[in-house]
């Protein structure tokens, strides 16, 4: 993707006023913005583009101005994000060229694109702010790009680990502005129509910021509408204060049990007594290990002996059965288990249906699924029995005593 230098960047800008017919001209984009988000430096720069490439403002059937954002290299995830960030911006040029410019009756027709980079937790937030200027009634849009520590792209049901977030979410909306002349009653289904949940949703430290686009479910002056929902909001029946579990046990119960699936659905193991097979254990090991915050050297996550042996112990309360490099990757030797730092390149999840809590015990029933929560192809495996104790001592807060496949 072409970038230009802040310098020239600017110049063009400041010739590039573009407005409606009708309409006065707008504020510059302003200076380029240079700024850095906790953990994940970036710059912005600004692109102008021209359709056809030699045309200059006054004789340009359509102009682009971008804000984009640059993230540095030396950021683990900054080649990645980097690639993301290009390839929205690819794709708005393909929706000018084959959308916008032939509906244009403005003149001069423009689309101009603000942006903020926002991190929340492991999350960050590119969000862009889309104004486009080519039809009687100008359009605003927010276009966000949700990527993990890994600059992978991720969406609203992995950030509420719920394979039916987006339906929750539509059913939440549609609850909260039922009544309300302001906005245009529509049920569940209607605003499905009208949700994104690859890019039109944030994260936040609570959950998800939701928008929805102009005109959709209320008149266009209303603008984008925001709707706040809380990780409480968008969680099954059985969590909450009163429910067999907390919404922070959720979470960790999320990662522990997916890993737990990883590691027994490839040859079918059960686990009764917390005795896992020597395959099984070593894939929990080794997807556990790079959680732990140890920087790798050499390729490797260097835990020590009794941490690691702990470690599982507290897991399934039995010993570690030994390693099976069929599984993972996994060495031990001078007083470490070096554990490959490498992500499996499929990953399962359990889908918890119901939940029950017996004093210490904690029973589920649900189903195990193929792929994240916001994967495209998922895909429905089996269904899973969990039987778990509560162990502070525990990473997750509980030992796994039971995972039956049904």
Same mark, same amino acid.
């Given at each position: 993707?072409?970038?230009?230098?802040?310098?020239?960047?600017?110049?063009?800008?400041?010739?590039?006023?573009?407005?409606?017919?009708?309409?006065?001209?707008?504020?510059?984009?302003?200076?380029?913005?240079?700024?850095?988000?906790?953990?994940?430096?970036?710059?912005?720069?600004?692109?102008?583009?021209?359709?056809?490439?030699?045309?200059?403002?006054?004789?340009?059937?359509?102009?682009?101005?971008?804000?984009?954002?640059?993230?540095?290299?030396?950021?683990?995830?900054?080649?990645?994000?980097?690639?993301?960030?290009?390839?929205?911006?690819?794709?708005?040029?393909?929706?000018?060229?084959?959308?916008?410019?032939?509906?244009?009756?403005?003149?001069?027709?423009?689309?101009?694109?603000?942006?903020?980079?926002?991190?929340?937790?492991?999350?960050?937030?590119?969000?862009?702010?889309?104004?486009?200027?080519?039809?009687?009634?100008?359009?605003?849009?927010?276009?966000?790009?949700?990527?993990?520590?890994?600059?992978?792209?991720?969406?609203?049901?992995?950030?509420?680990?719920?394979?039916?977030?987006?339906?929750?979410?539509?059913?939440?909306?549609?609850?909260?502005?039922?009544?309300?002349?302001?906005?245009?009653?529509?049920?569940?289904?209607?605003?499905?129509?009208?949700?994104?949940?690859?890019?039109?949703?944030?994260?936040?430290?609570?959950?998800?910021?939701?928008?929805?686009?102009?005109?959709?479910?209320?008149?266009?002056?209303?603008?984008?509408?925001?709707?706040?929902?809380?990780?409480?909001?968008?969680?099954?029946?059985?969590?909450?204060?009163?429910?067999?579990?907390?919404?922070?046990?959720?979470?960790?119960?999320?990662?522990?049990?997916?890993?737990?699936?990883?590691?027994?659905?490839?040859?079918?193991?059960?686990?009764?007594?917390?005795?896992?097979?020597?395959?099984?254990?070593?894939?929990?090991?080794?997807?556990?290990?790079?959680?732990?915050?140890?920087?790798? +050297? $050499?390729? *490797?996550?260097?835990?020590?002996?009794?941490?690691?042996? /702990? &470690? =599982?112990?507290?897991? !399934? @309360?039995?010993?570690?059965?030994?390693?099976?490099?069929?599984?993972?990757?996994?060495?031990?030797?001078?007083?470490?288990?070096?554990?490959?730092?490498?992500?499996?390149?499929?990953?399962?999840?359990?889908?918890?249906? +119901? $939940?029950? *809590?017996?004093?210490?015990?904690?029973?589920?029933?649900? /189903? &195990? =699924?193929?792929?994240? !929560? @916001?994967?495209?192809?998922?895909?429905?495996?089996?269904?899973?029995?969990?039987?778990?104790?509560?162990?502070?001592?525990?990473?997750?807060?509980?030992?796994?005593?039971?995972?039956?496949?049904?």
């Amino acid at each position: 993707m072409k970038r230009i230098a802040a310098a020239l960047a600017l110049a063009l800008c400041l010739t590039v006023l573009c407005g409606c017919a009708g309409r006065g001209t707008p504020e510059t984009t302003g200076e380029p913005v240079s700024s850095a988000a906790p953990e994940a430096e970036y710059e912005m720069t600004h692109i102008v583009r021209y359709w056809p490439e030699d045309a200059d403002y006054d004789s340009c059937d359509y102009a682009c101005i971008a804000e984009i954002p640059m993230f540095s290299k030396a950021f683990t995830a900054g080649y990645a994000m980097n690639e993301a960030v290009d390839a929205y911006y690819e794709a708005l040029c393909g929706r000018i060229e084959s959308e916008y410019m032939p509906a244009s009756i403005a003149r001069p027709p423009y689309t101009e694109i603000a942006c903020e980079v926002e991190k929340t937790g492991d999350i960050t937030n590119v969000i862009f702010t889309e104004k486009h200027c080519y039809e009687a009634q100008p359009q605003t849009r927010k276009h966000v790009l949700m990527l993990d520590g890994r600059g992978n792209a991720i969406n609203l049901c992995d950030v509420f680990l719920n394979y039916r977030a987006e339906r929750m979410t539509a059913a939440a909306i549609a609850e909260e502005i039922s009544g309300d002349p302001r906005y245009y009653q529509l049920d569940t289904d209607g605003i499905l129509a009208f949700l994104d949940i690859n890019h039109g949703a944030k994260a936040t430290d609570t959950g998800c910021t939701v928008f929805i686009p102009e005109g959709k479910l209320a008149p266009y002056e209303e603008g984008v509408l925001e709707f706040d929902f809380t990780f409480d909001d968008i969680a099954p029946d059985f969590v909450g204060e009163n429910g067999a579990m907390t919404i922070e046990e959720y979470r960790d119960l999320t990662e522990f049990l997916g890993f737990v699936g990883d590691g027994v659905v490839v040859r079918g193991d059960f686990i009764e007594n917390g005795t896992l097979t020597e395959y099984a254990a070593s894939s929990f090991m080794g997807e556990l290990a790079q959680t732990l915050g140890i920087k790798p +050297e $050499a390729g *490797r996550i260097n835990v020590p002996e009794e941490e690691f042996l /702990s &470690l =599982y112990r507290e897991c !399934f @309360g039995a010993e570690f059965p030994g390693i099976d490099v069929d599984a993972h990757d996994i060495r031990r030797e001078d007083g470490f288990f070096k554990v490959r730092y490498v992500r499996k390149p499929y990953r399962y999840n359990v889908d918890m249906l +119901e $939940a029950f *809590r017996e004093g210490g015990t904690l029973r589920i029933d649900g /189903s &195990l =699924y193929f792929g994240d !929560f @916001g994967y495209a192809s998922t895909e429905f495996s089996c269904s899973v029995s969990i039987t778990l104790e509560r162990n502070s001592a525990s990473p997750y807060g509980f030992t796994l005593k039971e995972f039956v496949i049904h």
